[in-house]
T-cell receptor
Framework: AQKITQTQPGMFVQEKEAVTLDCTYDTSDQSYGLFWYKQPSSGEMIFLIYQGSYDEQNATEGRYSLNFQKARKSANLVISASQLGDSAMYFCAMRERATGGFKTIFGAGTRLFVKA | DVKVTQSSRYLVKRTGEKVFLECVQDMDHENMFWYRQDPGLGLRLIYFSYDVKMKEKGDIPEGYSVSREKKERFSLILESASTNQTSMYLC????????????????FGNGTRLTVT
């Protein structure tokens, strides 16, 4: 069963506008962490933002914010003032407890296209 | 700055060959991971390790094995490569710790694009 669901395979946004990338997750654990990564066409994976399951405030990092709705198991990424350089693949990920430690699992990703 | 190095950027192997993918990290991270990335499927966890000589299966371990003899090195082994193992393979490492596993992100290598013919 899919534990991280990103329902938007592709998204378009106009430059300078805000965009929300959806992510829902499934876990029965109370302790977990949520991450967003960006993968530009160069292929590198870039960490964007983190939210712990016990964090009461939504995480923010510059133009990135994470809209964390714990009861709905939702962790949407909001990018404000989109730039052409934001065009990339975006992955939502969850760090959850596993035998011996923690593992991180990923969603299928959303490809964002920023239009000039 | 953390560096995760994967030994090959591109690799072409024949069906049935034994394939070794090597990954080295230089920041003393406890945790290391192997993922494969396929279009439309995102990153899928193959194996991970939280300590030397320790290994745990991820979501798709079939056809793969791993070795972690030293803390900095985590090897992925395809015992008998098959065409359905053609993929991009990504190695990652992270610190351990914390109630939620900590806020330490994964640090990724540049990936190995493996083609099995």
């Amino acid at each position: 069963a899919q534990k991280i669901t990103q329902t938007q395979p592709g998204m378009f946004v106009q430059e300078k506008e805000a965009v929300t990338l959806d992510c829902t997750y499934d876990t029965s654990d109370q302790s977990y962490g949520l991450f967003w990564y960006k993968q530009p066409s160069s292929g590198e994976m870039i960490f964007l933002i983190y939210q712990g399951s016990y964090d009461e405030q939504n995480a923010t990092e510059g133009r990135y914010s994470l809209n964390f709705q714990k009861a709905r198991k939702s962790a949407n990424l909001v990018i404000s003032a989109s730039q052409l350089g934001d065009s990339a693949m975006y992955f939502c990920a969850m760090r959850e407890r596993a035998t011996g430690g923690f593992k991180t699992i990923f969603g299928a990703g959303t490809r964002l296209f920023v239009k000039a | 700055d953390v560096k995760v190095t994967q030994s090959s950027r591109y690799l072409v192997k024949r069906t049935g060959e034994k394939v070794f993918l090597e990954c080295v990290q230089d920041m003393d991270h406890e945790n290391m991971f192997w993922y494969r990335q396929d279009p439309g499927l995102g990153l899928r966890l193959i194996y991970f390790s939280y300590d030397v000589k320790m290994k745990e299966k991820g979501d798709i371990p079939e056809g793969y094995s791993v070795s972690r003899e030293k803390k900095e090195r985590f090897s992925l082994i395809l015992e008998s490569a098959s065409t359905n193992q053609t993929s991009m393979y990504l190695c990652a490492s992270s610190l351990a710790g914390g109630v939620t596993g900590g806020n330490s992100p994964l640090h990724f290598g540049n990936g190995t694009r493996l083609t099995v013919t």
